[in-house]
C-alpha cells in the first residue's frame, strides 16, 4: 500500500494516463477541456489550500468543499459557487499529518483522520467540535449518512477498522482485518464498507460489523469509491482500474493505464468516474457504462485525491505539490460541465 508521503514525492515520469484496453490515449498534451459521455467538462478554477494537501470530501447539501493540508496541519473549507477559501480550521499541533476527510451531509459534519484520531468538525461554525482516538494511525475515514457510522481505517498494527457513533462520538466497536488498511468507502444503499488492503478488498458488513468477504485485485490497491445506484466499485491499483461489482463481489472490468491512477471518485447521477494520474497530472473520466475512457484532463502537479459533488457535477481534484514540485503554491482544480 502506498503511505502519505507517496503523495509528497515529485514525480517526473513521462507516461500516458489511463486508456481502456486497446485504446489509444484519449487527449493531446495541454489540453483542458473534455467532451465525454456527460458532455463538454473544463477546469473552471484553481484554488490555492494549504501546504501538501491530499483528498477531499464534499457536502452537496451546503455546496462546501474540506481538503486535508497534510504538511499545515489544518483543513480548507472551499465555497463551492465560489471556488474560494472560506475558513482554514486547525485540527491539531504541528505535524497532526491530517490526511482522510469524510461528511455527513446529513448532520452537516466532517470528519478528518489525524494520527491517532478522528477530528470532528461542524460546517455549520467550521470549528473543532471532537477528538475520538480510534487506534494508531488513522489514516482514511468514510460516512454512512443513513445510519450516521463512521469508520476509520487504521494503517498501524494491530489493523482495524473503527466504528463511530456520529450522534455520541464514541467508538461502539472495531472490527480486526488481518492486513494492512488502506482506503475505505461506503455504500449507504446495502449498507457495506469496502477497505483496500494489502492485495485485496476487504468486504466488511455496516449491519453485523463482521468481514464477509475479500475480493482479490491483483496489485497493490490504493483508493475505493462506490457508485451506490449501480452497486459498482472502483479501486485504483499501480497502473489500472479494477471494476468490481457489489453484488456479487467480483471484478467484472479491468481499466489499465500507466499513468499513477491514484485518487478516485464517483458521480453517482451521470454514472462517471473521474480518476487522478498521479505521474502525468491529468485526470481520466470513464463512463461508468461502458467502462471507457471517454476524455482526459490535465490539471496541477502530481494529483492524489478526487471528490465529486452530484448536484453540481464538479470534481474537485487536489493537487498536492506547486507548479515547481515543490510542497508550497498547492492546489485544487475545479472541473465543471461547460456553459451552456
Known sequence: MRLNWRAVCL???????????????????????????????IVTATIPVGRVPQLAAVNPATNTVYVTNFGASTVS?????????????????????????????????????????????????????????????????????????????????????????????????????????????????????????????TVISGRTNTVTTTIHTGRVPDQVAVNPKTNTIYV????????????????????????????VAVDPTTNTIYVANNYVNTVSIINGQTNAVTATIHVGTSPVGVAVDPVTHTAYVVNSLGPAGGDAGATVSVLAPCPR
Open 11 to 41: 514525480m517526473t515520469v513521462a507516461i500516458t494516463g489511463l486508456v481502456p484496453v486497446g485504446a489509444a490515449a484519449a487527449a493531446p498534451a495541454g489540453a483542458s477541456t473534455a467532451h465525454g459521455a456527460t458532455g463538454c467538462v
Open 77 to 201: 473549507v472551499i465555497n463551492g459557487q465560489t471556488n474560494t477559501v472560506t475558513a482554514t480550521i486547525r485540527v491539531g499541533p504541528a505535524g497532526s499529518e491530517p490526511y482522510g476527510v469524510a461528511v455527513n451531509p446529513a448532520t452537516n459534519t466532517a470528519y478528518v483522520a489525524t494520527l491517532s484520531k478522528v477530528t470532528v468538525i461542524s460546517g455549520q461554525t467550521n470549528t473543532v467540535t471532537a477528538t475520538i482516538h480510534v487506534g494508531r494511525l488513522p489514516q482514511w475515514v468514510a460516512v454512512n449518512p443513513a445510519t450516521n457510522a463512521i469508520y476509520a481505517a487504521n494503517l498501524g498494527f494491530p489493523h482495524h477498522v473503527a466504528v463511530i457513533n456520529g450522534q455520541t462520538n464514541k467508538v461502539t466497536t472495531t472490527i480486526p482485518v488481518t492486513r494492512g488498511l488502506g482506503a475505505v468507502a461506503v455504500n449507504p444503499a446495502t449498507n457495506t464498507i469496502y477497505v483496500t488492503n494489502d492485495s485485496t478488498v
Open 236 to 263: 485504483t491499483r499501480g497502473d489500472a482500474v479494477s471494476v468490481i461489482n457489489g453484488r456479487t463481489n467480483t471484478v467484472t472490468a479491468t481499466i489499465h493505464g500507466s499513468g499513477g491512477p491514484f485518487g
